[in-house]
Nanobody, 129 residues
Framework: QSRFVESGGGLVQPGESLRLSCVDY????????IGWFRQAPGNEHEGVAC????????FYNASAKSRFTISSDNVKHTVYLQMDGLTPEDTGIYYC??????????????????????WGRGTQVTVSS
């Protein structure tokens, strides 16, 4: 079960930016793939951006590429998601999820199925004019 604590969400207008954070002080990033996952109303969790803790390699879904940047600070046990050029389609609850390093970061980000009771509280992002 996730122990991440997510923060940084809010209500913004289209085109504005947000920086999300998730922290787990007991987490050792070197052994994990970590990602930001969005749940839009009525939808399942969708991988947005993921990072491999060991080497910092990243993967973005098509909508996030060129607008979002994922990064991690292993000393602070924190993963960030810088979101620029937000659109109403980015609205949803954003969660952090992690699993031990697998063969493909893109498979973790786009195809991994977390248990239904895995998720923390998340942080709400609403983009509306």
């Amino acid at each position: 079960q996730s122990r991440f604590v997510e923060s940084g969400g809010g209500l913004v207008q289209p085109g504005e930016s947000l920086r999300l954070s998730c922290v787990d002080y007991g987490f050792t990033f070197d052994y994990y793939d970590i990602g930001w996952f969005r749940q839009a109303p009525g939808n399942e969790h969708e991988g947005v951006a993921c990072i491999r803790g060991r080497d910092g390699s990243t993967f973005y879904n098509a909508s996030a590429k060129s607008r979002f940047t994922i990064s991690s600070d292993n000393v602070k046990h924190t993963v960030y998601l810088q979101m620029d050029g937000l659109t109403p389609e980015d609205t949803g609850i954003y969660y952090c999820g992690a699993d031990t390093i697998g063969p493909d970061l893109d498979h973790f980000c786009s195809g991994y199925v977390f248990p239904s009771d895995y998720w923390g509280r998340g942080t709400q992002v609403t983009v509306s004019s």
